[in-house]
């Protein structure tokens, strides 16, 4: 599995930096809008403590999706 960057938590937020392109195919704002309520809460740049694990399984799943498209090639 590929790591999906490091994350950085000030605080009471996470910060996904050297991002994978995995993480490029989240549209953020949905993501936002269905973990927390508002399009504007979560962002790569701004993950809260409380989301922290789901964003972090969220791109786990991707990362093995991502590696099993490129084993069937």
Known sequence: MKAFGRLNRPSDTLTITNS????DIIKWSELSRKLSGSDNSIRPNKIPKKY????????KALDKWEDSLT???
Do not use: A, F, R, T
């Not at 922290?52 to 791109?59: A, M, P, R, T, V």
């Open 71 to 73: 084993k069937e090639d």
């Open 20 to 23: 994978n392109p995995v993480s």
């Open 52 to 59: 922290e694990k789901d964003i972090s399984s969220l791109l």
